[in-house]
């Protein structure tokens, strides 16, 4: 069965510096996120790409934050300088075409995450 | 941010028994949810959904019920097994505005099902 990929599995980095999260969503879905879940909180939205831009962002996607579809596998998440409470679980997600007809929506298939730790 | 709402951080079952997860809502513009299985180190991986135009739907051992005027669902897995055994998310989305639809979650029950 076709799933997302996320590299790396976890990722430690200074605190200022520069990361880059990568994602391989499934190949023929259109709609792609990123979601956050710090540890003990909630699985929290980031922000959700379509048609090579940005469709929404949550107040946590702030200036640090960029997406990227470099080539027509990839779709990254970089933070510009890192902060300590950038430290989360960072959730890749895809879906395929949300609305055709009256009602469908497809479900969002995750990753198996990128543990990102800030020193 | 509560607008899902998972009250029963835990819960335990005999295996062959019933599970019933539930997940409260309070943001009426919502209109499809779903349940997601996550074990540790891994992603939520996708379970069952339903829209709002349905009250249950059904795969499997699997089936949820809506309940729109309490803003209610339950996930039920029948018979439970020990492979069950996992953190269950309820999430939540809504057109609510731009044209992809962000999931809301809730912050899970953690299901153990006892041999």
């Known amino acids: 069965e076709p799933e997302v990929t996320q590299t790396p599995s976890h990722q430690v980095t200074q605190m200022g510096q520069e990361v880059i999260l990568r994602c391989v969503p499934i190949?023929?879905?259109?709609?792609f996120y990123w979601y956050r879940q710090i540890l003990g909180q909630k699985v929290e939205f980031l922000v959700s790409f379509y048609n090579n831009e940005i469709s929404e962002k949550s107040e946590i996607f702030d200036d640090q934050f960029s997406v990227e579809r470099p080539d027509g596998s990839n779709f990254t998440l970089k933070i510009r300088s890192t902060k300590l409470e950038d430290s989360a679980m960072y959730f890749c997600?895809?879906?395929?075409?949300?609305?055709?007809?009256?009602?469908?929506?497809?479900?969002?298939?995750f990753g198996d995450g990128t543990r990102l730790s800030i020193l | 941010d509560q607008q899902v709402k998972q009250n029963s951080p835990s819960l335990s079952v005999q295996e062959g028994r019933i599970s019933i997860l539930n997940c409260d809502y309070t943001?009426?513009?919502?209109?499809?949810f779903l349940w997601y299985k996550k074990y540790p180190a891994e992603g939520p991986t996708f379970l069952i959904s339903i829209s709002s135009i349905k009250d249950k739907n059904e795969d499997g051992r699997f089936t949820v019920f809506l309940n729109k005027s309490a803003k209610h669902l339950s996930l039920h897995i029948v018979p439970s097994q020990p492979g069950d055994s996992a953190v269950y998310f309820c999430?939540?989305?809504?057109?609510?505005?731009?044209?992809?639809?962000?999931?809301?979650f809730g912050s899970g029950t953690q299901l153990t099902v006892l041999p």
């Open positions: 190949s023929n879905h259109l709609y």
């Open positions: 943001n009426s513009m919502f209109d499809y």
């Open positions: 997600a895809s879906s395929e075409a949300l609305r055709t007809g009256v009602f469908l929506v497809q479900p969002q298939h």
């Open positions: 999430a939540a989305s809504g057109d609510l505005s731009g044209s992809a639809r962000q999931l809301t």
